[in-house]
């Protein structure tokens, strides 16, 4: 449920960019456009509280269970996040797969916010840079969509170690591919780092199913759900404050390659010592 939960919430986001095309179309990409996108974005937002109101006290926890973690709700989240890191920290091949994870989110934090920057000064009439920008996020979802393709039979074929130590390899060489800064070539490399980035993340998803015992899985997916964020935002935050306004910093590019070089270093490190446990 957790892997259909972050698909589904990519989708959305995807159909909620395209859309938001239009009234950028019909009002322009200046203030206008962009007020009236901050205001139909309440539309949806109210539509889910509306819905949350139909769900009754307690449905969604918490859980009063005799397993259930008594006291505060900060006790049972702070408690729940001690359980899940002593998991990861316990088992090497989840504790690879989060390393190579937050590598690339990383990197996609970077590369988003450079996109943004390129684009920015687009003088188009109608969406500006928003419709370049769109292209090379589309382009990389639908890397990430061919990766839940291709990751099943990749990691039958070598193992879950080595297909996620190849895709951390191949994302590092497509990352300084892009340190030209041209737009069409990042867009090319925005669909392999979706290929690769969802390979990775496949990988650790399969490492949470397989090797982490039932009572503790949703700790550690907690975990995870914060490492692939806090790991987006730190990373576009310190981008935000060294990249220049124009966005021409192709040295961050490269800086993303060796971001993930040290994801392959520690995924290597760390995951190798749990290769006897799980056979490969």
């Not at 700790?219 to 060294?242: E, G, K, N, P, R």
Request: charged share 10%; with cysteine; hydrophobic share 55%.
């Amino acid at each position: 449920m957790n892997s259909v939960a972050i698909a589904s919430g990519a989708v959305s986001a995807f159909l909620g960019a395209n859309f938001m095309l239009l009234p950028r179309w019909l009002l322009g990409s200046g203030d206008e456009g962009a007020s009236a996108i901050v205001f139909l974005v309440a539309i949806p937002v109210s539509i889910a509280l509306l819905w949350s109101l139909r769900f009754g006290p307690r449905v969604l926890g918490p859980d009063d269970t005799e397993r259930a973690i008594h006291g505060s709700a900060v006790y049972a989240v702070v408690t729940g996040w001690l359980h899940g890191a002593r998991t990861v920290v316990q088992l090497p091949t989840v504790a690879a797969g989060l390393s190579g994870l937050a590598a690339h989110r990383m990197v996609v934090g970077i590369n988003s916010l450079l996109i943004l920057l390129l684009v920015r000064h687009v003088t188009a009439r109608a969406v500006g840079g928003l419709g370049t920008a769109l292209l090379f996020f589309a382009a990389t979802g639908l890397g990430a969509f061919l990766a839940n393709v291709l990751t099943p039979t990749a990691i039958r074929r070598w193992g879950r170690y080595a297909t996620a130590n190849g895709a951390l390899a191949a994302a590092a060489t497509i990352q300084v591919a892009a340190a030209g800064l041209l737009v069409p070539v990042m867009v090319v490399c925005g669909f392999l780092l979706g290929v690769a980035g969802q390979v990775v993340k496949l990988c650790a998803d399969s490492a949470m199913q397989m090797d982490v015992d039932d009572a503790l899985r949703g700790h550690v997916f907690a975990v995870q759900d914060a490492l692939f964020w806090v790991s987006y935002i730190l990373s576009i935050t310190v981008a935000a404050a060294l990249i220049p306004e124009h966005g021409h910093a192709p040295v961050f590019v490269l800086f993303g390659s060796a971001i993930y070089l040290a994801g392959l270093v520690v995924h290597t490190i760390v995951g190798r010592r749990g290769q006897p446990v799980i056979g490969r």
